[in-house]
């Protein structure tokens, strides 16, 4: 009978610490962005998708002015909720559609979830504008849970 490496219980330790060790070896922001990523709390969420940029409408430079807008507008769509987003110098300020008291969560992979809740008429203020990418989870006080993808201005 040939000598595996797994009759031997010191190699076989030694394969287990040598893989411990490499998985210790992991950059800390790589793990938390892969938790992130796919964070339990995500899984009621419609996905909201991006459906305006004014960045990218190219029928605003067919208009009277020759510059574009220094605002940016987006807006992310679920078949039941719109966010409504102008991008101003110092925040993201906008509207849930229907109109209604809203949580809202702004993260990003590397600062901690800015939480804001919305008034009465849907009204938000997210400060300061967010660096490298972010996305957006809502939910309303009717029960819709909106998610949108990642996105970087």
Known sequence: MTNRWWSDDEQFLAAVDEALWEAR???RHFLETWKATFSWQNLDAELA???YDSATDNTLMTATRAERATLREL???TAHLKIHIQV???AL???IVPPQQTRLELRTADNPTTVVTTD???WFTLEPIPIGSFRLHCRTESGI???TD???L
Do not use: R
Request: glycine fraction near 8%.
């Open 150 to 152: 990642w996105f970087a």
């Open 25 to 27: 070896e992991i950059p």
């Open 49 to 51: 998708a991006l459906t």
């Open 75 to 77: 807006t992310f769509a």
């Open 88 to 90: 101003t110098a110092k």
């Open 93 to 95: 300020q906008g509207q």
């Open 120 to 122: 009465d008429d849907g």
């Open 145 to 147: 849970t909106a998610l």
